[in-house]
């Protein structure tokens, strides 16, 4: 059995000095320090190394305490901030950009849900809870449409439960948007709240937020891993099976130019699988998926098909996990 570092990332941005420095992000210096870091207690690794091991069943020659960074979604950052910086050092990254952002150019209710998070808290702790009025009020309004929603207060006591990253009317806003409410109710309200909240034409925001389909491109040249992040952002395991299919399948047409279709890995979006989702992407070609479970990866011990990876504020200067 090898231990193994895999290591989270989305947004990596000079935030101090972006349009949005609220944003849950890592800050670009801070990243450099963690690589710094992780360059004199680990060994790095590139993805094709680990599915070797898996192909061969020998895990002998992946480096103990390796580890290896993941970056979620698709974003500009990626390409602008990590790359770079990965090229020069000479490491890779494996990228998991969501198809639909960069396929349509359509933001994704996902990144709709941060942008207004963001906002609120850079307004102060009045603007977040006048965005959790905003929400009942929006509720409110699909009940008068004679649509079935439980009680603001009920689903405010179910969903506003506080992690270890983010308060409790945070975690409220981010699950009543995600997934609590049905795929049409929660985008259309997402959609207001960012005009409400950001005040931006959401074409031209998504174009400035996601990468394209040429620095994809670019990068998988020069090395960087690209994998599957579903096609537009769901909560797979919680899909039926039609939808679920349909949504690996957009997703694999469109990154079949980055990805081997015989031997690709999945990220899950929210972390979130099932058994049947698994089941599945195996007939796919998936050779090996990656989850949100906050602790080091267990090669040959672990299910090859949800292996965990650290957040990266799990990973020093940050944290105190890696």
């Not at 009020?137 to 009940?143: K, Q, S």
């Not at 919680?238 to 299919?245: G, Q, R, V």
Request: one cysteine or more; glycine letters at 6%; proline letters at 4%.
């Amino acid at each position: 059995m090898k231990q193994i570092h895999m290591i989270m990332y989305h947004y990596v941005r000079d935030l101090k000095n972006s349009a949005y420095p609220a944003i849950k992000g890592l800050d670009k210096a801070l990243f450099e320090e963690q690589i710094e870091y992780l360059l004199k207690h680990f060994h790095p690794l590139r993805m094709e190394d680990i599915l070797q091991a898996y192909r061969e069943q020998d895990f002998s020659s992946v480096a103990e305490n390796g580890f290896l960074l993941t970056f979620d979604d698709g974003y500009i950052d990626h390409y602008e901030v990590v790359y770079p910086i990965l090229k020069k050092i000479g490491i890779q990254g494996a990228f998991f950009p969501n198809a639909m952002a960069l396929k349509e150019h359509k933001l994704l209710t996902v990144n709709r849900i941060h942008f207004i998070l963001a906002e609120a808290e850079v307004r102060g702790r009045e603007a977040m809870t006048e965005l959790v009025q905003d929400c009942f009020g929006e509720m409110d309004g699909c009940r008068k449409q004679g649509l079935e929603i439980p009680a603001n207060e009920a689903l405010y006591n179910e969903l506003a439960v506080a992690n270890r990253w983010d308060p409790a009317e945070v975690i409220f806003v981010k699950r009543l948007l995600q997934n609590a409410l049905p795929e049409d109710i929660r985008t259309e309200i997402a959609k207001r709240l960012f005009q409400k909240y950001v005040g931006r034409e959401e074409s031209d925001f998504a174009r400035e937020l996601y990468l394209d389909t040429g620095q994809m491109r670019q990068m998988r040249e020069d090395g960087m891993f690209f994998g599957l992040h579903g096609y537009d952002h769901y909560w797979l395991g919680k899909l039926d099976a039609p939808a679920m299919e349909q949504d690996i399948e957009k997703a694999l047409a469109f990154m079949k130019d980055v990805i081997n279709p015989n031997e690709w890995v999945m990220n899950y979006p929210y972390g979130n699988y099932s058994d049947v989702v698994i089941d599945y992407i195996k007939t796919k070609g998936c050779a090996l998926g990656v989850s949100v479970e906050a602790r080091a990866a267990k090669l040959g011990e672990d299910n090859r098909f949800a292996l965990p990876r650290w957040d990266c504020n799990d990973v020093y200067p940050k944290g105190t996990m890696v």
